[in-house]
Nanobody
Framework: QAQVKQSGGGLVQSGGSLRLSCTASGILFSVNDMGWYREAPERERELVATITDGGKAFYADSVKGRFTISRDNAENAIALQMNALKPEDTAEYYC???????????????WGQGTQVTVSS
């Protein structure tokens, strides 16, 4: 059974740091991209950072230079180091993993349970 388990998050003051971790298991086919999304109250879920199985990272403009995504392919695990946090980073953060059927290219998306990050001013 596919599982995406997250850990980390919490409450921190503005300018502080937090680290999120995520591990995907039981995923059908090889895991391709993984990443983090976030969802703030009354706002749509938005991409924070993604990383390919080759290690290429992509960041939303709002987090560039402050957040760093890393990956361990052997463990299907990623982490998000968040520095210089701002109140506007407050949101529920979701881990995401994508795999693809090599036969027909069908993409499968898996989501973690979410973890709250709250940054106080």
């Amino acid at each position: 059974q596919a599982q995406v388990k997250q850990s980390g998050g919490g409450l921190v003051q503005s300018g502080g740091s937090l680290r999120l971790s995520c591990t995907a298991s039981g995923i059908l086919f090889s895991v391709n991209d993984m990443g983090w999304y976030r969802e703030a109250p009354e706002r749509e879920r938005e991409l924070v950072a993604t990383i390919t199985d080759g290690g290429k990272a992509f960041y939303a403009d709002s987090v560039k230079g402050r957040f760093t995504i890393s990956r361990d392919n052997a463990e299907n695990a990623i982490a998000l180091q968040m520095n210089a946090l701002k109140p506007e980073d407050t949101a529920e953060y979701y881990c995401w993993a994508e795999s693809r059927d090599p036969e027909d290219g069908t993409s499968y998306n898996y989501w973690g349970q979410g973890t709250q990050v709250t940054v106080s001013s």
